[in-house]
T-cell receptor, first 111, second 113 residues
Framework: DQQVKQNSPSLSVQEGRISILNCDYT??????FLWYKKYPAEGPTFLIS?????DKNEDGRFTVFLNKSAKHLSLHIVPSQPGDSAVYFC??????????FGSGTQLTVLP | DARVTQTPRHKVTEMGQEVTMRCQPI?????VFWYRQTMMQGLELLAY????????DSGMPKDRFSAEMPDATLATLKIQPSEPRDSAVYFC???????????FGPGTRLLVL
């Protein structure tokens, strides 16, 4: 029973274009959402987060959008750069403050 | 440069052997998480500790896995006996007081033959 789902295992985007990574969740008790980025042979690193009281959070080239009614969040990267090529994990937490992760999306930014 | 340290980085062992993985939290972080990453399941939470006390280990197979924090600078995850299905990358992550921004170690890649 996956409470956090990333339905696209991979995504390829041209350098300079927008990358959109999607994530769906089923647990309505989740109130905090995060994106982590992972390079090969390294641990995931925190990228950006959003609280359920907001619908958008921006940090440089990265923006996370939250649609609570659809239980959907997305990460936009604009413009995409080859260094952004990595696996991106969506994660969510509720009152227990434990993270539930999605299965990840491999982003490849083509030069 | 504060980082989470994990040892060993790689481990190859035979089925039935004991495996011990170690994690050194970032100084001052009082919450430690153990995750397992497999191709099929993504990142699964196995157990976590706060102030060295286990809070949740429901994600861990109890019969063969055990997690401990003998002191604030060391967390261990043991598998005894190991099985081929335990082959995965095991990550330790630490945080200050269960904040969601967890800092991950580089992982231990385990292969059980």
């Amino acid at each position: 029973d996956q409470q956090v789902k990333q339905n696209s295992p991979s995504l390829s985007v041209q350098e300079g274009r927008i990358s959109i990574l999607n994530c769906d969740y089923t647990n309505s008790m989740f109130d905090y959402f995060l994106w982590y980025k992972k390079y090969p042979a390294e641990g995931p690193t925190f990228l950006i987060s959003i609280s359920s009281i907001k619908d958008k959070n921006e940090d440089g080239r990265f923006t996370v959008f939250l649609n609570k009614s659809a239980k959907h969040l997305s990460l936009h990267i604009v413009p995409s750069q080859p260094g952004d090529s990595a696996v991106y994990f969506c994660a969510a937490s509720g009152s227990a403050r434990q993270l539930t992760f999605g299965s990840g999306t491999q982003l490849t930014v083509l030069p | 440069d504060a980082r989470v340290t994990q040892t060993p980085r790689h481990k190859v062992t035979e089925m039935g052997q004991e495996v011990t993985m170690r994690c050194q939290p970032i100084l001052g972080h009082n919450t430690v998480f153990w995750y397992r990453q497999t191709m099929m399941q993504g990142l699964e939470l196995l157990a976590y500790f706060r102030n060295r006390a286990p809070l949740d280990d429901s994600g861990m197979p109890k019969d063969r896995f055990s997690a401990e924090m003998p002191d604030a600078t060391l967390a261990t995850l043991k598998i005894q006996p190991s099985e081929p299905r335990d082959s995965a990358v095991y990550f330790c992550a630490t945080a200050w007081d269960s904040l969601e921004t967890q800092y991950f170690g580089p992982g231990t890649r385990l292969l059980v033959l």
